[in-house]
């Protein structure tokens, strides 16, 4: 379960708002990446895609995690991350639809694991339209990742003039679909979202008019009436109507800086507590462990990038609610090694003394 969405600022710098939702609990980590940096990912019989950093970048990544007594490594490929040209890629859960392309007949060195796919294009490209020809001449395929098995992902990428796209894998084949509302959830493939939005048509902004009836009034009961009726649950189509109506409407901030707090304001209605959403246990394991291991969506983490002049990388995660932003700057992303920090950790309420 995942949600992202982009704002746009009156002075044209774009944001981009995205939540990270996992039935289990995992490890974290900030990846750094700087300019010059050798990258690659993996093929099933050995090495894969291999690229130059052109372009530094940071995201988070998953960390070593342990689960049900299954350790997953600690996985290269960022999640979201956004580089200094001002292009983010994020890869977000598609279940139940994806099916990668055949490996058959395609040389070692174009293929893809899916995590992969975000590292190689914040690493290569500058823009949508840049990802998108990157991707044209890369074949992803069904990686398995311990416990977790194959993951069934889209790749999500917006860029400073505002362009978005999804790339999607089903039937065996690569789809790619411009986004111009900017939104990307979950499940069913992209363009099903797009007609599902029809379903939503007599939603309004605005407050509802009173409505007269056999000499009755009916006024509508406190204020907000205009969404009356807008899904409010965790799926994912009732999530990116969500994510269209409030990051559609939104008042449009001054700048950069104002739209990044407006993200993590709508990111707070896809927010999910631990315990809200639980998944049945799996075939072996009790319902108590399931309940232990906190087996069930949460968000995890959220991020937010700015991907104008100045272009960041921002998150805030479960357990600290503290925003931190990663500027992408000649200083940070310049040269150097690749850095790796946990953000796992918790923070506590400030004392206040008046």
């Not at 039937?171 to 990307?184: F, H, N, R, S, T």
């Not at 927010?271 to 246990?281: L, N, V």
């Not at 992303?333 to 946990?342: D, F, H, L, N, Y």
């Amino acid at each position: 379960m995942c949600t992202s969405f982009k704002l746009t600022a009156k002075d044209g710098s774009v944001v981009v708002g995205r939540s990270m939702e996992y039935a289990l609990p995992m490890n974290w980590d900030l990846v750094v990446t700087p300019r010059g940096s050798e990258g690659s990912s993996v093929g099933p019989h050995g090495p894969g895609v291999r690229w130059t950093t052109k372009y530094g970048y940071a995201g988070i990544a998953l960390g070593e995690t342990s689960s049900f007594g299954v350790t997953t490594p600690a996985q290269p490929g960022v999640a979201d991350g956004s580089n200094e040209a001002g292009l983010f890629a994020g890869v977000l859960y598609l279940p139940g639809f994806t099916q990668y392309p055949s490996v058959d007949g395609v040389p070692a060195e174009q293929l893809i694991a899916p995590l992969d796919t975000c590292n190689y294009v914040l690493a290569t490209c500058a823009t949508v339209a840049d990802a998108i020809a990157a991707m044209r001449v890369v074949t992803a395929w069904a990686q398995a990742i311990p416990p977790i098995g194959v993951v069934p992902l889209h790749l999500v990428l917006h860029d400073g003039t505002g362009a978005t796209a999804v790339v999607e894998w089903v039937g065996g084949a690569m789809q790619i679909y411009d986004a111009p509302l900017g939104v990307a959830t979950n499940a069913p493939p992209f363009p099903w979202h797009m007609t599902n939005l029809s379903n939503y048509v007599n939603l309004s902004v605005l407050d509802v008019a009173p409505l007269k009836f056999e000499g009755e009034t009916f006024s509508p009961i406190g204020a907000g009436s205009g969404w009356l009726g807008l899904p409010g649950d965790f799926t994912p189509p009732s999530r990116f109507v969500r994510a269209v109506a409030l990051s559609g409407t939104a008042y449009a901030d001054a700048d950069s800086a104002a739209a990044a707090r407006t993200a993590l304001h709508i990111l707070g209605s896809f927010d999910i507590p631990r315990g809200t959403i639980r998944d049945r246990a799996p075939e072996g394991i009790s319902g108590a462990e399931a309940i232990a291991a906190g087996l069930g969506d949460f968000t995890s983490f959220v991020s937010v990038c700015e991907l104008g002049d100045g272009p960041s990388y921002g998150y805030r995660t479960y357990d600290d609610l503290t925003p931190r932003r990663f500027p992408l700057t000649d200083a940070t992303i310049g040269s150097g090694e690749i850095r790796r920090v946990s953000v796992m950790g918790s923070a506590d309420f400030e004392t206040m003394s008046l």
